[in-house]
């Protein structure tokens, strides 16, 4: 990414905007890492506080700008590049301490004490099919991440097309500070929902079950599409449609990342995590993608509507799971 900065090169900036893609991909396996060697009985609320460590970097990240800058007039590059070298800081310091203190691996661990150790010569597949096989199998498993792609596809969807639709009503006044104000106020609001409160969504995890938790949030998502399908033009409703969607969806990724940790042995676990992960991600660019030609064709409430749907539909998944299953 400095290079594209420094460079001017767009396809550098496609290579840097992948590769921290990738980084990100990476990370996100952290939350299971830490289930590894987890009291089960406070395995969602372990699992939460990796994720609610997000909402640092969220609000902290932006605030770099400033610092980026100066730190770029210092080594001799573009001042937009210095964020960049911040960012680039914090990714060593985080490997060293994963290098240095994350010992022994977690996961081996966890296979060892579980009598699942591999043996000498033996390979564990990781590929996608791999994961798809094993989530297949167990009813559980399959459920989790039903719900977790869900949750993620709709969640996407409704908040990629919110800031447009919030420019659309604004009308001539699109432009207005107090119009885009309003809109990063409002996307502001809908992270900290997905993130700030996570310890909790851990907690009920862990005290209500994982399934309760992800069908709560799974009504709160809906109800959070019914505010902002019933009532677009009430930017108020939206705002708060927009917090329901991030609480949702925290209930709902906590709760659900949980469940298919809990359904699956450890030699199992990773395969099916990221099969999980890559399905989620794979779905929320699906659904970002559709939300336009869908908003083009039946509007706002129209994305809200279908999500509503899709998101009930994965409840049911849920609810049919046989009872020693849930």
Request: net charge positive.
């Amino acid at each position: 990414m400095v290079g594209a900065v420094v460079t001017g090169w767009f396809v550098v900036l496609l290579a840097g905007a992948f590769l921290v893609g990738l980084a990100s991909a990476v990370n996100l396996q952290a939350r299971f890492a830490v289930t590894d060697l987890a009291d089960p009985a406070r395995r969602g609320r372990d699992l939460s506080f990796v994720v609610w460590a997000i909402t640092v970097g969220a609000v902290a990240g932006p605030n770099m700008v400033g610092p980026g800058a100066m730190l770029a007039g210092w080594v001799g590059i573009p001042a937009q590049a210095g964020p960049f070298l911040i960012s680039a800081a914090g990714m060593v310091i985080g490997a060293a301490i994963v290098a240095l203190f994350l010992r022994p691996d977690p996961l081996l661990t966890r296979r060892a004490l579980d009598g699942e150790d591999l043996q000498p010569g033996t390979k564990s597949s990781s590929s996608w099919r791999a994961g798809w096989q094993i989530v297949r199998q167990h009813p559980t498993a399959r459920g989790a991440v039903v719900a977790v792609v869900a949750a993620h596809a709709m969640m996407v969807a409704v908040m990629s097309m919110t800031p447009l639709h919030m420019q659309h009503h604004a009308g001539n006044a699109a432009g207005h500070p107090d119009t885009i104000a309003l809109i990063g106020f409002t996307i502001s609001l809908h992270i900290a929902g997905m993130y700030a409160l996570s310890p909790l969504m851990g907690w009920l995890t862990d005290r209500l079950g994982a399934v309760r938790t992800v069908l709560a949030g799974m009504g709160t998502l809906i109800a959070a599409m019914a505010l902002t399908g019933l009532l677009p033009h009430h930017m108020p409703a939206v705002t708060a449609g927009l917090i329901l969607l991030g609480l949702g969806w925290s209930a709902a990724t906590v709760a659900g990342s949980t469940l298919l940790v809990s359904s699956l042995s450890a030699s199992q676990r990773v395969p099916a995590q990221g099969f999980s992960d890559a399905s989620m991600s794979l779905a929320g660019a699906l659904g970002s993608a559709a939300a336009g030609p869908v908003m083009g064709l039946i509007y706002y409430p129209g994305i809200s509507a279908i999500a509503a749907a899709l998101v009930a539909g994965a409840a049911v998944t849920l609810l049919r799971l046989p009872a020693r299953h849930r």
